[in-house]
């Protein structure tokens, strides 16, 4: 197999040079180079016949001899950190920095994240929680337990930090929300929530002479939607 291989390629060399071709000059310098290594390439294949199938290894958490400790599968360097798992900023990733809730939203504060929370918020936490945060979702009707409002003062000056803890780590029944919702969607919904508590608690100071009057005027009355019910 390996002499009629090495014949072929004198063969087209020994031709090459009869017809004088216009091989690029740096590919002739090459060819025999080329041949070299597809005589090793060659010797490699037939010389030696390990199948990969047949490699000396370890079924992961075998035992073994050659290591001290004799385990196969060795563990991760100390300080190892798998990519995209460095979270240096604990205040950020949940919500608490050295025991004390984050007091700021860390990241932009845009329209989009509002919008982003909104979003989130209506499915993750809606269902309990209920649509405005009074603590009356769909799930208190199917004989669950009625989660707090959000309107209240405890809630109103807990730090922003407070409501992405509670989502990381859950709080009493409440179940952690951690692995479904990734942490910059929590921030968005607890910047949702600020929204909410918002828009239940404005007062009247707080409005603008111009929008004083569009609240009392008959016809903004009217439209008035009915506020939900606090349980
Ligand atoms: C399955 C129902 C359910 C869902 C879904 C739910 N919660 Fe709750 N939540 C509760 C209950 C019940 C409590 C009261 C827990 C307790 O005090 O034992 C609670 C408490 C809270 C509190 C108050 C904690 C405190 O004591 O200060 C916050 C804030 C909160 N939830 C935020 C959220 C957010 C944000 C989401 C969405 C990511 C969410 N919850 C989703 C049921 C739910």
Redesign the pocket.
């Known amino acids: 197999m390996r002499i009629p291989f090495l014949l072929l390629l004198r063969n087209t060399r020994k031709t090459d040079r009869a017809r004088g071709s216009d091989t690029p000059v740096f590919l002739k310098a090459m060819a025999p180079r080329g041949a070299a290594f597809a005589l090793l390439g060659a010797l490699a294949l037939t010389g030696c016949r390990q199948d990969m199938h047949d490699q000396p290894r370890y079924r992961p958490f075998a035992a073994t001899d050659f290591f001290g400790d004799r385990r196969a599968s060795r563990p991760a360097i100390p300080g190892t950190v798998a990519r995209g798992m460095l979270k240096t900023d604990t205040g950020y990733w949940t919500g608490k920095a050295a025991g004390k809730e984050v007091e700021r939203y860390p990241l932009p504060l845009t329209r989009e994240v509002l919008e982003r929370g909104r979003d989130r918020?209506n499915i993750?936490?809606q269902?309990?929680?209920g649509a405005a945060g009074y603590g009356n979702g769909i799930?208190v009707t199917r004989g669950?337990?009625?989660?707090?409002s959000?309107h209240t003062d405890?809630?109103r000056e807990?730090p922003i930090g407070?409501?992405v803890d509670?989502?990381t780590n859950g709080?009493?029944?409440?179940l952690s929300?951690a692995s479904r919702?990734p942490v910059r969607d929590r921030w968005a919904?607890?910047a949702y929530?600020r929204v909410l508590q918002q828009s239940q608690n404005v007062k009247a100071g707080d409005l603008s002479a111009e929008e004083r009057q569009k609240v009392n005027a008959p016809e903004a009355r009217a439209a008035e939607p009915k506020k939900e019910a606090a349980h």
């Open positions: 918020f993750y936490c269902p309990c929680h799930i669950l337990k009625n989660p707090p959000y405890a809630l807990a407070h409501f509670v989502m709080s009493g029944s409440m929300y919702v919904i607890a929530i």
